[in-house]
């Protein structure tokens, strides 16, 4: 079956960029989506198609796609930043979907 | 836009349930509708999805033959029949609906709601 492959864990203090990448085979032809999960609460879109931003998602929110990778960019995260990130996308058939493992962000 | 999940519970293996979700601030024939659970403390699973009048389906492969995904348009709500019943489907369920966009619809989760417990356990 196929896999979104996410980095654990990323790091940074307020005011740093994170970046948090997202792999998969399929990536090059179909969208990534990016969510915000906070802890005890449903997930939130954060990017949709690579590199749209939903409205009332802050600026500093951005994705971009290259190849078999996607990135979520965070430009100067912020102490309410921290969260789990997943990365959402399609197999190359289109028909089933799939979430990235997901990504522990702390902002400290 | 609202989504309320209902339905969640304890329940023995081999038993089955019928989740449902209500949907309300959106029209919602017009949407893709998703299921998608988070296993206590693990990561998101998408479950499966449906097309605006229920003539595409899919399906996580876990969950195949076991589960089933349908709505109903007239009264605003999608089900998730769940049967078979494993350890492995503890999980909060939560229903997720897609978007439209200048004529164009996506099948990605984009309002979610709250989602409901699902705890199999003899």
């Known amino acids: 079956s196929y896999e979104l492959t996410q980095p654990p864990s990323v790091s940074v203090s307020p005011g740093q960029t994170a970046r948090i990448t997202c792999s998969g085979d399929?990536?090059?032809?179909?969208?990534a989506y990016w969510y915000q999960q906070k802890s005890g609460q449903a997930p939130m879109l954060v990017i949709y198609?690579?590199?749209k931003r939903p409205s009332g998602i802050p600026e500093r929110f951005s994705g971009s796609s290259s190849g078999t990778m996607a990135t979520l960019t965070i430009s100067g995260a912020q102490v309410e930043d921290d969260a789990d990130y997943y990365c959402?996308?399609?197999?190359?058939?289109?028909?089933?979907?799939?979430f990235g493992g997901g990504t522990k962000l702390t902002v400290l | 836009v609202q989504l309320v999940e209902s339905g969640g519970g304890l329940v023995q293996p081999g038993g089955s349930l019928r989740l449902s979700c209500a949907a309300s601030?959106?029209?919602?024939?017009?949407?893709?509708m998703n299921w998608v659970r988070q296993a206590p403390g693990k990561g998101l699973e998408w479950v499966a999805d449906?097309?605006?009048?229920?003539?595409?389906?899919y399906y996580v492969d876990s969950v195949k033959g076991r589960f089933t995904i349908s709505r109903d348009n007239a009264k605003n709500s999608l089900y998730l029949q769940i049967n078979s019943l494993r350890a492995e489907d503890t999980a909060v369920y939560y229903c997720?609906?897609?978007?439209?966009?200048?004529?164009?619809?996506?099948?990605?989760?984009?309002?979610w709601g709250q989602g409901t417990l699902v705890t199999v356990s003899s």
């Open positions: 449906m097309n605006q009048d229920g003539s595409e389906k």
């Open positions: 997720a609906s897609g978007s439209c966009s200048g004529g164009a619809c996506s099948r990605a989760p984009t309002n």
């Open positions: 198609e690579d590199n």
């Open positions: 959402y996308s399609a197999d190359s058939s289109g028909d089933h979907r799939v």
């Open positions: 399929a990536l090059p032809k179909k969208y």
């Open positions: 601030g959106f029209t919602f024939s017009t949407y893709w």
